[in-house]
């Protein structure tokens, strides 16, 4: 028979906004000595914002490739090929520069298209590509390429043989509708084929996302400057993408989320009673670490890198070091791992499928909720001994 005291922690917890499967639920927890925390939108917002559009020219000779773009889309292109595109190296310059990260502010005294053109024309192509093909996407960082892209006033064009990788990235097949569009089209790989009266591409083959995906979408090694900005970009705390285009690398763009306001707390609160946090992401490691720093999980409790199928493995080998696990994740890909601790513990922002896997929902997003529960289940058990 389940004793009162464990029915009454339920209540209680109800009361609380935290919804918890059964009262054995509450017994579990409180065994718990190690909490892994899922990063995306369990520690961090999982709102994440265009941050840089870099374009990789990589020697090519970008002149006539985006002529026909900078006729239809700089407003002086004599002296945007004049300062620009003479002057091959003045143009990488150019073109590999930041986007700032703040939105331009909406306040109606600046027309919207001063948005797009605080992009280059090279920054703008690969965006428009980029966004075309994440437009398939649910992931935070297709999202925040998609809004990048509305905010600088881009139109995107359709796309065909979209495919998806959970965990790797998007592709598919760019189609510009009429000609009028192809020339005026982004030619980020740097064919022959704008301007100069060639026959404009039909459509252009497109992929965006991590390192090894986008490998097996290019014909050549990624050269050692580009690796240089993409961890530099890295290094600055924001999740990078690459974008190839028609079997080239053409460049990445980068996206940033933030730290939710609560996470710090609650992480000094788990510490407080003995917990060991821990952090795993699909994410670089330089952004899991950067995350970790602001929120207090120690260095190497740090998993990062992962595969969606292998968080489970990393909750599998931590209890066949003898830990008891609690999880704490928002998404689809945390579900597995959710199932086989210990205590899966969902946070109510997220997807269902996490919501079903766990043994713990917490309404809302905050992570202090996560404490609650815990210190709920210690206090229960404390009341029925
Ligand atoms: P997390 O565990 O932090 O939620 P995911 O497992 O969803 O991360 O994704 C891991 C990595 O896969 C991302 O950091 C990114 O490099 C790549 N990725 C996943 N989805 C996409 C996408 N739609 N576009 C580009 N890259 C993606
Ligand atoms: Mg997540």
Known sequence: ATPVGLLAGTGRASQLGILIR???????SRTVDTIVLDKTGTVTEGRMRLTQVVP????????????????????????????????????VRENVGSVPAAPLPDDGTRPRHDA????????????????????????????????GAAEHGLQLPAVEDFASSAGGGVSGRVVFDDQ??????PDVAGQQTAGQGTAAPASQQVAVGRGDLILQHVTRPFSPEAEARFSAAEESGSTAV????????AGFVAVQ???????????????AMGLRPMLVTGDNAAVAQAVAAEVGIDPEDVVAGVRPEAKVEVVRS????????????????????????DVGIAMGSGTDVAREAAAITVMGSDLRQVVQSLELSRKTLGVIR
């Open 242 to 249: 690459w974008v190839a285009v028609d079997g080239e690398l």
């Open 318 to 341: 931590l209890q066949g070091e003898g830990a008891v696990v609690g999880m704490v994740g928002d998404g689809v890909n945390d579900a597995p791992a959710l199932a086989l601790a």
């Open 180 to 185: 009028a569009q192809a020339e005026s089209a």
């Open 257 to 271: 989320d933030t730290v939710k306001e609560s996470s710090a707390a609650a992480i000094a609160d788990l510490k």
């Open 116 to 147: 797009h053109r605080a992009l280059t024309p090279a920054q703008a192509a690969l965006l428009t590509l980029a966004a075309a093909v994440e437009h398939g996407s649910e992931h935070p960082i297709a999202k925040a390429i998609v809004e």
């Open 56 to 91: 990789l020219p990589d020697g090519r000779d970008d002149g006539d490739a985006h002529g026909a773009f900078v006729r239809e889309n700089v407003e002086s292109p004599d002296a945007f090929v004049r300062d620009n595109v003479e002057s091959p190296s003045a143009f």
């Open 22 to 28: 059964g009262p054995e639920v509450l017994e579990d």
